[in-house]
């Protein structure tokens, strides 16, 4: 590959996965502090109950209204708790926590300065938001397939083309029992409902149609465009009910624009670039005997073994420029070395060259726009903090969550119905698609009763979770796909 052409395709993968920062990405400024809950004298306000359950991709699927709300605190008192014991038993001492703590306190940071360069400059006009109200009386009836593996969505789509039911390959493509079922279908849905991606694909198929291969926050799509309508009754007190939503969808989608050209003017000037040899040598090195061809056979993740391995046959190369940028550069020893400080769940995962050169462009974007969130002295943001020990108390919550599953003692009914062909069964067994999902299931209600248990102080305020169920639209249940439970 010529210097120029990585350089360019290094350059385009700055501006991939800006969007996944905007999920978490907006902070109500609250004057007057809404306090929900409190747990053992720690707090819960109604804006971070808000970004818990609008970032928990499963919140209400299998349920709606003030139960739904009901649960999903349950959820969040669960996490404090989980931290609770956590702090009592050490383990926020863990070399592995600490690794993990530090990693989200530099997302955090990033996620900060992303507001403090883009969401602040936000305006949102009156006609912007009727225009997009307009629009939200478009409803579609869709299906779609799902994969983070953009080649395996290209294969979906040949097949597809060549006759293989959307039923048969949903089974493959959703983990979630209700998508493998109805065969990707997502029901009768208003386009503003979706992803903008997704959204923006849907407008430009006709009835029938099968997309291409589109790209969305969280991964890759194709979608067939099953029918369209369009409602025309308009009401102004609808209108105003859906104000508030559409605003900030509208500030999401104008705050990654600004961060977008915030992005591009800060790299362009520190104008970083890849040395190909050196790049090439570490492909080479990856790759192995599959060096010379655009992919290796299987996904490989920079686990600890790999990375001792990479040390070892790029012995020599280690102190050589891997990127050079404006009064800086970066060797590779040093790119290897950092890869160590990120928790391995979170490490880059690759499968072709152009993987690794993505990879390593948001690593280095990250890296230098980190410097500048330094810079403005981020890290001891109070934001930023409470972000941290959110971060924190999910990943100590998962932690028990695992401890839980493992210990957990399984019924030989339950075994021998998830391992042979599947006959009549309690109900409660045929709720679950596997085996991993039913312990995960009995896991959590064993961790939650238990945390609740060693808890004496839990108070909630009953009335304003009441009053946050009235101004929820509990008839947006988009239910794209279930992230899989971590294993």
Not at 54 to 75: C, M, T
Not at 85 to 93: I, P, T, V, Y
Not at 123 to 146: C, G, I, N, P
Not at 444 to 466: H, M
Request: net charge neutral; proline share 3%.
């Amino acid at each position: 590959m010529q210097k120029s052409v990585l350089a360019v395709t290094y350059f385009f993968y700055f501006m991939v996965a800006l969007c996944l920062y905007f999920g978490s990405c907006q902070q109500t400024n609250n004057s007057q502090e809404q306090i929900l809950v409190w747990v053992e004298g720690k707090k819960i306000t109604l804006p971070e109950f808000r970004s818990f359950y609008e970032l928990d991709p499963n919140f209400g699927i299998d349920s709606s209204g003030y139960r739904a709300l009901q649960d999903e605190l349950d959820k969040m008192i669960s996490h404090k708790l989980a931290f609770i014991k956590a702090d009592n038993e050490g383990l926020l001492r863990d070399s592995l926590m600490i690794k993990y703590k530090n990693w989200e306190l530099s997302q955090a940071m990033l996620r900060e300065l992303y507001r403090q360069v883009a969401a602040a400059k936000v305006q949102v006009s009156e006609d912007e938001v009727r225009k997009m109200y307009a629009e939200s009386t478009t409803l579609v009836h869709v299906r779609h397939l799902f994969s983070k593996d953009s080649l395996q969505i290209l294969s979906w789509r040949e097949k597809i083309q060549n006759g293989t039911p959307f039923q048969l390959l949903s089974k493959i493509a959703f983990q979630d029992t209700f998508l493998a079922k109805n065969g990707g279908d997502l029901g009768w849905m208003k386009i503003s409902d979706f992803d903008a991606q997704f959204a923006e694909a849907v407008k430009t198929l006709s009835k029938g149609e099968i997309s291409k291969p589109v790209k969305t926050k969280w991964g890759y799509h194709i979608i067939q465009l099953i029918d369209v309508t369009r409602e025309v009754k308009f009401s102004e007190d609808e209108y105003l009910k859906q104000k508030p939503l559409i605003s900030k969808k509208l500030a999401s989608r104008q705050a990654q624009e600004l961060a977008r050209k915030y992005i591009i003017d800060y790299i362009g000037k520190l104008n970083p670039q890849p040395d190909p040899v050196v790049f090439q040598k570490l492909w080479s090195a990856i790759a192995k005997d599959a060096a010379l061809e655009k992919q290796i056979p299987f996904t490989v993740m920079f686990a600890n073994e790999l990375i001792d391995q990479l040390k070892i046959i790029l012995a020599e190369d280690l102190e050589r420029i891997l990127v050079h940028y404006q009064k800086g550069s970066i060797s590779l020893g040093e790119f290897l070395v950092s890869l160590e400080d990120i928790p391995v769940s979170n490490r880059p995962r690759i499968r072709t060259r152009t993987d690794l050169s993505h990879k390593i462009a948001i690593w280095i974007r990250d890296k230098l726009l980190l410097q500048e969130a330094y810079r403005r002295n981020l890290d001891n943001d109070p934001g930023v903090a409470e972000e941290v020990i959110h971060s924190l108390e999910k990943q100590i919550y998962l932690y028990y969550l695992q401890q839980e599953s493992e210990n957990l003692d399984i019924p030989m009914a339950v075994t021998n119905y998830f391992a042979g062909p599947r006959k009549e069964a309690d109900h409660s067994l045929q709720e679950f698609h596997t085996l991993e999902e039913w312990k995960w299931w009995q896991a959590e209600r064993a961790l939650i009763q238990n945390l609740r248990l060693s808890s004496s102080e839990i108070k909630i305020d009953t009335v304003l979770l009441k009053k946050e169920n009235q101004q929820m639209e509990w008839q947006r249940n988009v239910r794209m796909f279930a992230f899989p439970k971590p294993q």
